[in-house]
């Protein structure tokens, strides 16, 4: 098990002004903040990143929306950091996130819900290798 996990903060909580208050609660759960990026990804970028679900229907548009305005990425240490960032973050669905997460607090839809979470630690490893260098790392 690792102690690290990856995040993005998404251009609809980017653009609805949530940086601040997402990253709070992040570090208000314990976690410790190890490499911050505010940038904005090119769909191509978007495209490699979301390869693993190319072939679903909702790929397109993910990697659209994505690329559409500037991101937060993070990676996050914590003990246990992949299983308990994403009871941090709540369900894909906002409407199903329980009280207190990340999504129920400023997600607004299943497409445009606030924050990535990696759902694993090898994919957290992967993801945060695809935004960061070592040397961004601290």
């Not at 679900?53 to 003990?79: C, N, W």
């Not at 246990?80 to 999504?103: H, M, S, W, Y």
């Amino acid at each position: 098990m690792s102690n690290r996990t990856f995040t993005m903060i998404k251009p609809d909580a980017v653009k609805a002004g949530n940086i601040g208050n997402i990253l709070q609660m992040i570090t208000d759960n314990g976690f410790k903040i190890i490499a911050l990026k505010y940038l904005q990804i090119t769909k191509a970028q978007a495209e490699k990143f979301y390869e693993v679900h190319a072939e679903r229907p909702f790929y397109a548009d993910l990697t659209q929306f994505m690329s559409s305005g500037p991101i937060v990425a993070a990676i996050l240490e914590k003990d246990n950091a992949v299983a308990d960032f994403r009871k941090l973050i709540g369900a894909t669905n906002p409407a199903q996130a329980e009280e207190g997460t990340i999504r129920k607090k400023y997600a607004t839809s299943v497409g445009e819900n606030a924050v990535h979470g990696s759902d694993s630690d090898e994919n957290a490893a992967i993801e945060g290798n695809f935004y960061f260098s070592v040397l961004e790392r601290f």
